[in-house]
């Protein structure tokens, strides 16, 4: 009589066996949109980075989101005088501000004081 490990190491193999070849198609296919959505959420992390430096190396720097499209662009300012885009564009920023309240732009010292929504933790009863 087998033992239940022998057992349940046979069942692996034969599902391995059975459903190996479309595991594998079906993440050699999935990895591409996957890692492009990483890629595109990385560099919108990394713009947004970038245009908050160059806000803070600026006097009276701040930076606004605003969309281009489907893209998110971040404004970056000096005073009330748009400077620069992140990611960079070729239409002027006048167009691209054009519309938004600017009184919705961030300094770079302010992203720190903003507070995170509490998150509510159900206490597990005995």
């Known amino acids: 009589m087998p033992s239940p490990k022998s057992k349940a190491v046979s069942n692996i193999v034969k599902l391995g066996v ?7 198609e079906a993440i050699k296919q999935g990895q591409g949109p996957a890692r492009e959505l990483a890629n595109k959420q990385f560099k919108r992390v990394n713009h947004r980075m970038h245009a ?26 000096t005073g009330d005088k748009p400077v620069a ?25 302010d992203e720190a004081d903003r507070v995170l929504p509490r998150i509510s933790r159900r206490r597990k009863r005995p």
């Open 85 to 109: 885009s992140h990611p960079s564009t070729t239409k002027p920023l006048a167009l691209l501000i054009e519309g938004y309240d600017l009184d919705k732009r961030i300094r770079p010292g």
């Open 52 to 77: 908050l430096e160059h806000a803070h190396q600026l006097v009276d720097g701040s930076v606004m989101t605003v969309f281009d499209g489907d893209e998110k662009r971040f404004i970056v300012f």
């Open 18 to 24: 059975r459903y190996g070849p479309l595991a594998y």
